[in-house]
Nanobody, 123 residues
Framework: QVQLVESGGGLVQAGGSLRLSCAAS????????VGWFRQPPGKEREFVAT????????YYADSVKGRFTVSRDNAKNTAYLQMNSLKPEDTAVYYC????????????????WGQGTQVTVSS
């Protein structure tokens, strides 16, 4: 069992940066892949980025590639999403998710979800 809590969201101007954190409890976090997803207002939840259990493999949605970086610190049971060059279209509730297994971009793959954190980018 893994419990996830996101933090670090807020209001930022276009071009700014935010770092989201995903703090996990449970002994299996270090063996779990972590995914970041977001749900823009009035839209479905979508994939943003994912990282494997060791941090050696990552991949990103095309819309955030080159601007966002996913990382993790297993000693702290925490994953991060560094978001740079933010755009108004990045406005969404951001969620982290975890699964024991390979990292993937499918929502259905993940077993555990956080409650989400709001990111608002003003133009």
């Amino acid at each position: 069992q893994v419990q996830l809590v996101e933090s670090g969201g807020g209001l930022v101007q276009a071009g700014g940066s935010l770092r989201l954190s995903c703090a996990a409890s449970g002994r299996t976090f270090s063996a779990s892949a972590v995914g970041w997803f977001r749900q823009p207002p009035g839209k479905e939840r979508e994939f943003v980025a994912t990282i494997n259990w060791s941090g050696s493999s990552t991949y990103y949605a095309d819309s955030v590639k080159g601007r966002f970086t996913v990382s993790r610190d297993n000693a702290k049971n925490t994953a991060y999403l560094q978001m740079n060059s933010l755009k108004p279209e990045d406005t969404a509730v951001y969620y982290c998710a975890a699964v024991q297994g390979w990292h993937a971009d499918s929502l259905e793959w993940y077993d555990y979800w956080g409650q989400g954190t709001q990111v608002t980018v003003s133009s």
